[in-house]
């Protein structure tokens, strides 16, 4: 069984940083392109950033130049470094084994983590 867990929400002021964690289980880690998603009250889940199984990345205009995705093979762990954080990043930040189509876009997989709170507020 797949499973996915996040870590490392919290509370942080606007212009601070963090470091979410998402650690997987029950499936071939390096087969998956990963990627982070993020909800907040009221909105659509959107995609924040997107990382190959060779380690190639994309991400959202938003988060362009504050957010940094990367994956531990490893470790079975996809990491997201958030910094100069704003309250329009306050959600709850999911994580996603998927794969890539032919075209080579992210198509996000069936399995979601639980789901870490972010707060960005002073």
């Known amino acids: 069984q797949v499973q996915l867990a996040e870590s490392g929400g919290g509370l942080v002021q606007p212009g601070g940083s963090l470091r979410l964690s998402c650690a997987v289980s029950?499936?071939?880690?390096?087969?998956?392109?990963m990627g982070w998603y993020r909800q907040a009250p009221g909105m659509q889940r959107e995609q924040v950033a997107t990382i190959t199984h060779r380690g190639n990345t994309n991400y959202a205009d938003s988060v362009k130049g504050r957010f940094t995705i990367s994956r531990s093979n490893a470790e079975n762990t996809v990491y997201l470094q958030m910094n100069s954080l704003m309250p329009g990043d306050t959600a709850v930040y999911y994580c996603?084994?998927?794969?890539?189509?032919?075209?080579?876009?992210?198509?996000?997989?069936?399995?979601w983590g639980q789901g870490t709170q972010v707060t960005v507020s002073s």
């Open positions: 996603n084994a998927g794969q890539l189509d032919s075209g080579m876009q992210y198509i996000a997989g069936n399995y």
């Open positions: 029950g499936t071939i880690f390096s087969a998956h392109a």
